[in-house]
């Protein structure tokens, strides 16, 4: 019997599986909260800017997971984020301002 089955037979409680993973593998976790604290401050923008569907899904796939607080994207996932990120941010920064 393994420690996660034991535990529960035994009525403790388990971590989530997310904090384990993490435990075990560090290099799973690609992003620190506080860079993901602030691309989901843009990530709004970036699913309404989104017009492609493999971005579109993962824009709300991604703001699906961002409900769990333990929650944190894996190198892949993190990958994309940035490069959504910063892709579709610069967008904004073409205006031209008028005096």
């Known amino acids: 019997m393994d420690g996660v089955n034991l535990r529960l037979k035994l009525g403790l ?38 017009t492609d569907d493999f971005v579109i899904r993962f824009s709300q796939d991604i703001w699906k997971h961002t409900g769990d607080q333990n929650w944190r994207p894996t190198q892949r996932q993190a990958q994309v984020m940035r490069k959504l990120a910063t892709e579709l941010n610069h967008e904004n920064d073409d205006c031209e301002l008028i005096e």
């Not at 976790?29 to 401050?41: D, Q, V």
């Open 13 to 50: 409680k388990t971590a989530p599986v997310s904090q384990r993973i993490s435990k075990m593998y560090p290099e799973y976790n690609a992003m620190e909260r506080s860079e993901l604290r602030k691309i989901l401050e843009l990530w709004p923008h970036v699913m309404r800017q989104a």
